[in-house]
């Protein structure tokens, strides 16, 4: 999932359409069509269709068995005004990503500092690290997890805690931090970010008598603001959208006393234990305009903080 | 360039017929191993009863040799979820086990088959008319009864025997049941019981023991928020005492004996359905021993015999004669019945009942003889819970969370049930 959501870099147009100003002898385009059929089709049948189908069942009653029911802005009514639930999910998803994306982004880059100036092994760690990002996805790691903060599982043994996921002021630290265990792809950006900065920076700025502390202020951060930046978008996306963890140790209810309740597993309880279909789709497309307009905010806040190397050339 | 393009051509019309076909291996998969057909079989239970329904599709299959049965189970609460997601997506398999209440959901969603049309191959003549009539909706047979089941109170024998409390009798009240509970606390430790807060249905057999019910004849809400107020005072100051399972253990019940604190060693009682009690024996090999529910304060008997479960096809199943035939196998067939035992509740077919109640071994005889005690005594079973039943049961135990984690006082959490409650009924 983390590695998928990584824009691939625009692809360079090829040669042959920048310069001609008539087109040489018309090419067929239908190998090209007959090549990307599965992937128009795929998008059009599996993506823009269930979208379109999605946002006609946010406007009706639908309890999946019966035919779907226009009800109007009932749904989104409803949402706002009459479902404290609603509001719950919200806050715990909220204090989720307060607390998630921010931890896991500073292990991040705690690591990968410290891997980068490793001398020997660096694979090795590398891999270890990355390791929980490939595995943490899976709803068994998420069972493990459970198993581990439960009443009598490892923690409990190590700390006397009494199991986080059974106390409600805890279990959604405990789903946090598998989250945050997870750090390894940002972790690997950073990484790569961090290789990017030019060793003259370091030098230039030990010369002028800066210690360790000053030059990651002062070279490494506005350096790697990008990079930063990059990662934050990214995984507030995926914070708000986060599921596997909390329905594995919320016990797939969100609980315990809806402390797990994060908007995605409200989203499903609707949907798929109430039977609400038409509600969680009006969820899921709030959801998604939350999502583009969280995004759209840290991009406006990232020209005040985000440097890029190139503009010093301009 | 024509060869070029032909040659493009070729590939592109070799990766077509190479997506066709891989299209095609994902499709309905009907006919596998030689034109067998092929049945799926969905149900809920625990692994006692896996290997025992494992058994009986086994000889099914060895009867028919033209079918193939591909059974799946998982516990109650994860099974209503993905039955729930199958039959939306017009997936649902082709024999199904379904609850009491899914029956009225399922049948007027067009999800599941009219078994009268399958009449040739399914027997019902020898299941009790009233029974028969629970899979009945507007006169249609949509499902068949697959056993009867009733509440108990499931204890450990040796647990309860060696806290020296007098041992339960053949009837007691909800103060009694709630002594013991206290006493069991204080001789052994431990809780006595799980928090019973959580579960409808045994706030239906409290309900009921006063002569109220859960719902009305139209489906309405059959009590008011002073009566589960009244019911989560009870259940959460006998949780204060330490009489019950405190919320942390609470919490963790999913519908599987393995995840009680009785199953878990963390309370020596538990209030459960007969059928399922059984999965405790692979958990307390030293015995349990069931006795009825606690009544109402002057001796009014709130459990009743519900059909424990039910079988059905699914409406969109290319081979409603095949899967009729297993469900009739499953309920009629005498060698089926001698496998399959009480695991679903007392058989259903009343010839093989009588036949095999007195060949009933271990803790089937222990359910039969159970039920046996409580015949005539109990009243009839409420007409099937509607449709938005389905959902409230997952509010209810919900709703009490807040209460057993102190974070909703039972007056608060109770009136939210309702309000909740009103709205499910109402859409």
């Given at each position: 999932m983390t590695t998928t959501d990584i824009p691939a870099p625009a692809a360079r147009k090829p040669a042959a359409t920048t310069a001609p100003k008539r087109r040489p002898k018309r090419e067929s385009q239908g190998p090209a069509w007959v090549f990307l059929s599965p992937w128009v089709l795929g998008a059009i049948v599996l993506t823009l269709l269930p979208m379109a189908v999605s946002l006609y069942l946010s406007f009706t009653d639908y309890?999946?068995?019966?035919?779907?029911r226009w009800v109007g802005l009932r749904n989104y009514v409803q949402m706002f005004t009459e479902d404290p639930?609603?509001?719950?999910?919200?806050?715990?998803?909220?204090?989720?990503?307060?607390?998630?994306?921010?931890?896991?982004?500073?292990?991040?880059?705690?690591?990968?500092?410290?891997?980068k100036s490793m001398k020997r092994g660096k694979g090795f760690y590398r891999s270890a690290f990355y390791a929980p990002s490939l595995l943490g996805a899976s709803m068994s790691i998420a069972l493990v997890w459970r198993a581990?903060?439960?009443?009598?599982?490892?923690?409990?043994?190590?700390?006397?805690?009494?199991?986080?996921?059974n106390k409600p002021g805890w279990a959604l630290l405990a789903v946090a931090l598998l989250t945050v265990w997870q750090f390894g792809a940002p972790m690997v950006i950073f990484l790569a970010g961090l290789q990017q900065i030019p060793g003259e920076l370091y030098e230039a700025a030990a010369v002028d008598g800066a210690g360790k502390w000053r030059q990651f202020v002062s070279v490494t951060v506005p350096m790697l603001s990008p990079v930063l930046f990059f990662n934050l978008v990214l995984q507030t996306i995926q914070a708000f959208q986060v599921f596997t963890p909390a329905f594995a140790i919320g016990a797939g209810k969100g609980g315990p006393a809806d402390s797990t309740l994060v908007y995605t597993l409200y989203l499903y309880d609707r949907g798929f234990v109430a039977s609400h279909m038409g509600y969680a789709s009006a969820m899921a497309w709030v959801l998604l305009i939350v999502i583009g307009a969280v995004t759209a905010v840290l991009f406006r806040t990232s020209r005040s903080w985000v440097f890029y190397a190139s503009e010093g050339d301009r | 360039m024509p060869g070029h393009r032909t040659k493009g051509f070729c590939a592109s019309a070799a990766a077509l017929v190479l997506c066709t076909m891989l299209a095609g291996c994902g499709g309905s998969g009907e006919s596998v191993g030689g034109g067998k057909v092929v049945l799926r079989y969905t149900w809920w239970g625990n692994p006692d009863r896996a290997e025992r329904t494992e058994q009986a599709v086994a000889l099914f299959e060895k009867q028919h040799p033209n079918i193939q049965v591909q059974t799946s189970f998982s516990a109650y609460e994860a099974y209503k979820q993905k039955l729930a997601t199958q039959a939306a997506g017009g997936d649902a398999p082709d024999v199904m086990q379904l609850d009491y209440r899914q029956i009225d959901q399922y049948a007027s969603g067009g999800v599941l088959l009219d078994l009268d049309k399958e009449k040739a191959v399914l027997r019902t003549g020898e299941i009790d008319a009233g029974l028969l009539a629970t899979g009945r909706l507007d006169d249609t047979q949509y499902a068949i009864p697959q056993g009867r089941g009733t509440e108990t109170v499931a204890y450990d024998v040796k647990a309860w025997k060696a806290s020296g409390v007098p041992l339960p009798g053949r009837s007691w009240t909800w103060s009694e049941w709630a002594d013991a509970m206290r006493a069991l606390a204080e001789k052994t430790g431990k809780p006595g019981a799980t928090d019973p807060g959580q579960s409808e249905d045994c706030f239906e057999v409290w309900l009921r023991g006063q002569g109220k019910s859960l719902y009305t004849k139209d489906g309405g809400l059959g009590f008011t928020a002073d009566d589960l107020t009244r019911w989560w005072t009870f259940t959460d100051r006998l949780r204060r005492e330490g009489a019950v399972s405190p919320a942390e253990q609470t919490t963790q019940l999913d519908g599987s004996v393995e995840n009680t604190p009785l199953g878990r060693g963390e309370a020596t009682a538990d209030s459960n359905w007969d059928a399922p009690a059984s999965g405790f024996l692979a958990l307390i090999p030293s015995g349990v021993a069931l006795p009825p529910m606690p009544s109402g304060e002057d001796g009014t008997p709130g459990q009743y015999f519900k059909p424990s479960m039910f079988l059905g096809v699914g409406a969109g199943t290319g081979h409603p004669k095949e899967a009729a035939q297993l469900v009739d196998f499953l309920i009629n067939d005498a060698q089926a019945a001698k496998i399959l035992g009480a695991t679903r509740g007392i058989p259903v077919n009343e010839s093989i009942r009588e036949r095999t109640e007195s060949q009933l071994k271990d803790f089937d005889k222990t359910i039969a003889d159970y039920q046996a005690s409580l015949e005539g005594s109990l009243k009839a079973p409420p007409q099937a819970p509607p449709s938005g039943d389905n959902a409230l049961q997952a509010t209810f135990q919900r709703d009490y969370d807040q209460v057993s984690y102190e974070r909703m006082s039972p007056r608060e959490a109770a009136e939210n049930y309702v309000t909740e409650a009103k709205a499910e009924l109402r859409s």
């Open positions: 309890d999946l068995f019966n035919p779907p639930r609603y509001w719950r999910s919200v806050m715990t998803t909220l204090t989720y990503v307060v607390i998630a994306v921010p931890l896991q982004l500073a292990l991040a880059l705690a690591v990968a500092l410290a891997l581990v903060f439960n009443d009598g599982g490892t923690v409990d043994n190590l700390l006397g805690t009494g199991g986080w996921v | -």
